[in-house]
């Protein structure tokens, strides 16, 4: 069965630091999503991808969240300028409509 | 903005017995998603509701989709303890926008 699959699984970053997560979606789904999760706190959205641009995003996602998606296959999500609350499980999903999405393992950024 | 609530927040169970979650939007959804998510892990799918009143069973599990589309439920019969973790619910307002997750219901099982 096709999977969502992200890269690094951890990833370790010193506060200040721009970080590139990345994301492969299932390869004939249309639509992109980031969530992230705080250790012990629910699944929060963050920002949804279609047609090569934004349709949807949280209050959480602001000037220091960029995503792209660079080629046909990857999605990647950016954070400029990584403060110690960033630090949380970042998931990608992808999906078609009317049908659920579905997640990727994950990476855990750890910002020190 | 949409919200979904979700209760209660843990759950403790013998083995054996039954458990029941559920899920309330603070508006109409177009559909409902169920995930469950072991420690560690990622949310794993497990099903989706569109329609109004629809019921489904997988198993031991059975979800409920209410009238009004804004309220759901998960119950599980005679749990085991291979049934333990974070239960969320996910709420869409469009056929293809984000999902909004429910706070979790954690479910432990005592052998």
């Known amino acids: 069965e096709p999977e969502v699959t992200q890269t690094p699984s951890h990833q370790v970053t010193q506060m200040g630091q721009e970080v590139i997560l990345r994301c492969v979606p299932i390869s004939n789904h249309l639509y992109f999503y980031w969530y992230r999760q705080i250790l012990g706190q629910k699944v929060e959205f963050l920002v949804s991808f279609y047609n090569n641009e934004i349709s949807e995003k949280s209050e959480i996602f602001d000037d220091q969240f960029s995503v792209e998606r660079p080629d046909g296959s990857n999605f990647t999500l950016k954070i400029r300028s990584t403060k110690l609350e960033d630090s949380a499980m970042y998931f990608c999903a992808s999906g078609q409509p009317n049908q659920p999405q579905h997640f990727g393992d994950g990476t855990r950024l750890s910002i020190l | 903005g949409q919200q979904v609530m979700q209760i209660p927040q843990y759950q403790h169970v013998q083995e054996g017995e039954d458990f029941t979650t559920y899920c309330n939007s603070s508006?109409?959804?177009?559909?409902i998603q169920w995930y469950k998510q072991r420690p560690g892990g990622h949310p794993v799918f497990l099903i989706q509701l569109v329609k109004s009143g629809e019921v489904k069973k997988q198993k031991r599990l059975t979800f409920q989709f209410g009238e009004a589309k804004k309220n759901s439920s998960l119950h599980i019969t005679a749990t085991q303890t291979t049934d333990v973790g974070t239960y969320f619910c996910a709420g869409s307002n469009t056929n293809a926008g984000k999902s909004t997750f429910g706070d979790g219901t954690t479910l432990t099982v005592k052998p």
């Open positions: 508006t109409t959804l177009s559909n």
